[in-house]
T-cell receptor, first 115, second 116 residues
Framework: ETGVTQTPRHLVMGMTNKKSLKCEQH?????MYWYKQSAKKPLELMFV???????ENNSVPSRFSPECPNSSHLFLHLHTLQPEDSALYLC??????????????FGEGSRLTVL | AQSVAQPEDQVNVAEGNPLTVKCTYS??????LFWYVQYPNRGLQFLLK??????LVKGSYGFEAEFNKSQTSFHLKKPSALVSDSALYFC??????????????FGTGTRLKVLA
């Protein structure tokens, strides 16, 4: 596996379900990001972890809960979501110390549908 | 505050013609600028970046971009468009380091349609 891998690619859940999105990066980076992409809206930054510490939390509702157990893995735990939370959730990684090439590397995204 | 503007929601171009997708930015300090492409239901793929040096940067799939400091622009170009270039294109700028990491600011995206 190379790059940034997101699972599942597609997820359908009811409003009362609990599910998780997973992201794994194989690039040796030390920062990871969650973005939300909704139709006809700009890309929204949700959370950032740098060196395994959360450094950004953009007023995201508490029904979204991130977890970063190590520098290679990032989770987004979902519970009691609303239909308006249906979107493409993108994970990205970058290097913030040492050899910093500058760009973000994105996964393929997890398409979430909340019924 | 840092910002990125992509003034066109959509650009249509005939196959074989040159294409330009526009981006302007507002940053303090020296900008790190990026272009990404997104195909339907896929993630964003990195195309090219400007950090320093030559104002004309070359990237993947024959794309290039010109950094113009006086006009604060970073337009994406390709000499001859392909139908397969049809996608959503995002310009982005990297903000200064804060709280141990960088914030990336994205434009709203420009949909490119290349017509056969």
């Amino acid at each position: 596996e190379t790059g940034v891998t997101q699972t599942p690619r597609h997820l359908v859940m009811g409003m009362t379900n609990k599910k998780s999105l997973k992201c794994e990066q194989h690039l040796g980076h030390n920062a990871m990001y969650w973005y939300k992409q909704s139709a006809k809206k700009p890309l929204e930054l949700m959370f950032v972890y740098s060196l395994e510490e959360r450094v950004e939390n953009n007023s995201v509702p508490s029904r979204f809960s991130p977890e970063c157990p190590n520098s290679s893995h990032l989770f987004l735990h979902l519970h009691t979501l609303q239909p308006e939370d249906s979107a493409l959730y993108l994970c990205a990684s970058s290097q913030v110390t040492g050899t910093d090439t500058g760009e973000l590397f994105f996964g393929e995204g997890s398409r979430l549908t909340v019924l | 505050a840092q910002s990125v503007a992509q003034p066109e929601d959509q650009v249509n171009v005939a196959e074989g013609n040159p294409l330009t997708v526009k981006c302007t930015y507002s940053v303090s300090g020296n900008p790190y600028l990026f272009w990404y492409v997104q195909y339907p239901n896929r993630g964003l793929q990195f195309l090219l970046k400007y950090i320093t040096g030559d104002n004309l940067v070359k990237g993947s799939y024959g794309f290039e971009a010109e950094f113009n400091k006086s006009q604060t622009s970073f337009h994406l170009k390709k000499p001859s468009a392909l139908v397969s270039d049809s996608a959503l294109y995002f310009c982005a700028v990297r903000d200064m380091k804060q709280g141990g990491t960088y914030k990336y600011i994205f434009g709203t995206g420009t949909r490119l349609k290349v017509l056969a």
